[in-house]
């Protein structure tokens, strides 16, 4: 007599060649919003207009702070590793942004992520992916309690930072990175609804 046998089902688990491979033969879209976080391909949250303002609103200080010294993208891919190809809301990459027109760049200066419904995976799996692929900083533009979540000093062995501040509004914030470049948190921040 044969027995059932129960099993959890698994999750595949993609490299990031194979990732790009299922871009580049169609299976996925460039317009699909999905992101590759340790082999598991993730769909992003819809962007609602907090969320939305936020990305733009740190992207355009970062750009104004930043000047020359650094390039700025929005929601592009880095790659950190062979199974993580974040999308980070804003990152401040090396060099120009027509160093990036052959290639995602594989290290960035700062990493931001604007968050609400999205605030466990970015301070968890986010956190980490940042933390193992040596960013040195990663900011956490929380929506919620108007604040940015600070990660300094990452472990990529231990795959985790070492050092977390939480800066709340009126606060005013240097990149590690880059001494001299600060940025007010307020200017981070959307406004609040009425």
């Given amino acids: 007599m044969a027995h059932a046998v129960e099993r959890e089902p698994t999750i595949p688990r993609y490299t990031v060649e194979r990732y790009l491979g299922l871009l580049h033969d169609g299976v996925l879209s460039p317009n699909d919003r999905v992101e590759l976080l340790e082999g598991v391909i993730v769909a992003e949250p819809p962007s609602d207009p907090p969320h939305a303002a936020g990305v733009s609103l740190a992207a355009s200080a970062l750009t104004a702070a930043v000047g020359q ?3 700025v993208r929005v929601q592009q891919p880095l790659l950190v590793g062979r199974l993580s190809l974040p999308e ?3 990152a401040v990459v090396p060099g120009h942004l ?3 027109s052959t290639h995602h760049p594989t290290s960035a200066l700062l990493v931001i992520e ?3 419904s999205s605030l466990v995976q970015d301070r968890l799996t986010k956190a980490a992916i940042y933390a193992a692929g040596g960013i040195p900083e ?3 533009v929380n929506l919620r309690t108007r604040a940015v979540e ?3 000093a990452p472990d990529p062995e231990a795959a985790r930072y070492g050092q977390t501040i939480t800066a709340p509004a009126g606060t005013c914030l ?3 990175a880059l001494p001299g470049v600060t940025v007010l948190v307020d200017d981070l921040l959307p406004a609040v609804a009425a």
């Fill in 174 to 176: 240097e990149l590690a």
């Fill in 150 to 152: 600070i990660f300094r």
């Fill in 98 to 100: 027509r160093d990036y």
């Fill in 69 to 71: 010294r650094a390039a």
């Fill in 138 to 140: 990663y900011w956490i």
């Fill in 114 to 116: 604007v968050a609400d």
């Fill in 88 to 90: 980070p809301d804003v």
